[in-house]
């Protein structure tokens, strides 16, 4: 059996990837990261002693040579847009839902102690009431939100089936370094503050979202990797706290030194629920999960971090 300290990172040169990868490393892991850097970036790594390989989660004969010598699967590789993913169904599903049964596959022959999958809260649940948790009925309203439901479906089968001890980690709204090619709104408003161009909201603005900061995300995820939990466990890992879009809005343009950047409304968009934040009782339960970063606090150092390694190049 392979050492479990031996593990294999998909999509690990991405947003989340760049952080965790720092993590693993800083805590004695040898980690291998497998990224086809559709949208991450082999530079988000530079520094870092870690295996980089090239290579497609849909592209069996490379999982198979990555998990080589493999203990352990964090599989954070992902088409991650709700917008994208009603445009263009097709793709999402070959990523999110053939890739992610390809990578538990591969893990299930290699013979893998542990997968930890990144899942996600509020596009997986659908519209509903908040606070969701682990006990809310999944009704997803786009083809992100059932791609992900898929994998998390496949992951527990692959837990009673084989024996695979899989946990799967929905993520509410990450933030935070290495996020420059992420399209969510906070990245979107940082850049149009500095464009000089209008922050655009979709919507009234009344929207809410809950929004982790990546390193309590990372904390979590390695949590979840050395923790004894039972295969198939699914959790939150959420700050607990609703945050409208208007109110993000101005948190960034404070954060900016811009607190009266022009605000431009459009129409809403499709797929996207009207109100999310989730409870995380049951990650503090089970892993001794708490964010330990608010939003406030986060945000100036994001826009921080933006001003240095994007803005001014």
């Not at 917008?83 to 793709?91: G, K, L, Q, Y």
């Not at 070959?94 to 990144?118: I, K, S």
């Not at 996600?120 to 439901?149: H, M, Q, W």
């Amino acid at each position: 059996m392979a050492d479990a300290r031996r593990v294999l990172v998909t999509g690990g040169a991405g947003f989340v990837g760049a952080t965790l990868v720092r993590r693993l490393v800083a805590s004695g892991y040898w980690v291998r990261v497998f990224d086809n850097y559709s949208t991450g970036d082999a530079e988000h790594l530079a520094g870092v002693e870690a295996e980089q390989i090239e290579g497609d989660i849909r592209d069996i004969a490379a999982l198979d040579s990555a998990l080589n010598g493999m203990g352990a699967v964090m599989h954070l590789a992902a088409a991650g847009s709700v917008v994208a993913s009603v445009a263009d169904p097709v793709t999402n599903f070959e990523v999110n839902v053939l890739g992610t049964f390809r990578v538990l596959d591969a893990a299930r022959r290699a013979g893998v102690q542990r997968v930890v999958l990144a899942s996600t809260g509020g596009a997986l649940i659908g519209d509903a009431t908040p606070p969701v948790s682990e006990r809310s009925l999944p009704r997803p309203i786009s083809p992100y939100g059932a791609s992900k439901l898929a994998g998390e479906g496949y992951a527990c089968a692959f837990a009673h089936a084989y024996g695979l001890p899989t946990v799967a980690l929905r993520f509410a709204n990450v933030y935070g370094p290495w996020s420059a090619r992420k399209r969510g709104a906070m990245t979107m408003f940082f850049r149009a503050i500095e464009a000089g161009e209008p922050i655009v909201i979709y919507g009234d603005g009344t929207a809410s979202r809950d929004y982790i900061h990546v390193d309590d995300i990372s904390r979590a995820l390695q949590l979840a990797l050395e923790r004894d939990v039972p295969g198939g466990t699914v959790l939150h890992i959420a700050s607990g706290v609703e945050t409208t879009v208007a109110e993000l809005a101005d948190l960034c343009r404070a954060a900016a030194g811009a607190p009266d950047h022009p605000v431009e409304h459009r129409a809403p968009r499709a797929g996207e629920v009207a109100r999310n934040f989730a409870t995380y009782d049951l990650a503090q339960q089970v892993l001794g999960y708490a964010p330990t970063i608010r939003l406030d606090e986060g945000i100036h150092t994001t826009w921080e971090w933006f001003a240095k390694h994007v803005f001014t190049l």
